[in-house]
């Protein structure tokens, strides 16, 4: 039972203490967040993965990606455990490597030297991962002088990329690289979207030519549910209603709305409001749903009337943290992700140009 399973984790953490650092990001159910150590978006996890030196797990409770990147930036002997390895994201798998890599090969043809700097000291493009990708994206990033983003630094890391790139191929979402480039002022005719069935050439050149941000196909499928309809809905009934909207959605939701965020941005936002106020929200549904009970003097509720929630992050059930949990009481890890040595490396080095890119 739920009661039982709330026992079990609690016991067990309790019995591990200090040997144990739970994560969760804000799209995971209730059951799992009160549990967690540390709660966050995923910068915030990837930052809350580097101050925990001296324990000897961190329970990651959000996707594989986020994962990986608590691996990569915590001790070498530190084991991440990801409660379901189940639990992916279908937008990281929509940049695979081998695409990426066919994709750079096309862009090299038609730019020339990737390596080599113009007159103005810049090279022809800079790669810029999204956090959502695996750590072989990143690896790939960090090999090619490039960074890694979130979706609450987006716009500094591409600041740092057009300070070292004539332009930006920047996967796997396309919404916010869209969203981002758009605030910072960069025309949609300038941001063309690579298309792995229709190899470059031709007249895609001279769109090529001018690009700024080369764009990836790749969508968030909770976030690109959301459409403007729903917000004219939400005015219509609610007038004076604020409406906040992740930048993973499409870019005419993001442009109706009043605000767009990281999933932090959303919740501090909303916390941050003292005045009675009605929001409506576009991410997923347990944060719109947390932030409802945690603010009962608001009127909150999800742009989306079907219930949205990423069905990946939901695969970290309380069952499997108890598991994993009693499998470090009795000495066992189970489910470690680990990112190979060959791979770890560059995207390291991707993600530390990330933590020290200032605007
Ligand atoms: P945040 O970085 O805003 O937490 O977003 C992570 C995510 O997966 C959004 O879909
Ligand atoms: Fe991936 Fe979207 Fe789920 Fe975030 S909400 S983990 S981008 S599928």
Redesign the pocket.
Known sequence: SEEELDRRIRAAKQTLGDRVVVMG?H?QREEIIVHADHTGDSFQLAGFAQQHPDAEAIVFC??H?MAETADLLSRPDQAVILPNLAA?????DMASIDEVEECWEQLAEIYGDMDEADADGLVPVIPVTYM?SSAAIKGFVGRHGGIVCTSSNARTVLEWAFARGRRVLFFP?QHLGRNTAKAMGVPLAQMPMWNPRKPLGGSDEATLDDARVILWHGF????RRFTTAQIDKARADHPGVRVIVHP?CPMDVVDAADEAGSTDYIRTAIAATTEPTVFAVG??VNLVQRLAAQHPQHEIFCLDPVVCP????YRIHPGYLAWVLEGLVAGTVLNRVTVPADVADPARVALERMLAARP
């Open positions: 990001h799209y959000g996707v990606f992916g994201c279908s937008m990281a959502n979402d968030c499928s909770v976030h993973e991410t997923e990423c069905s990946t992050m």
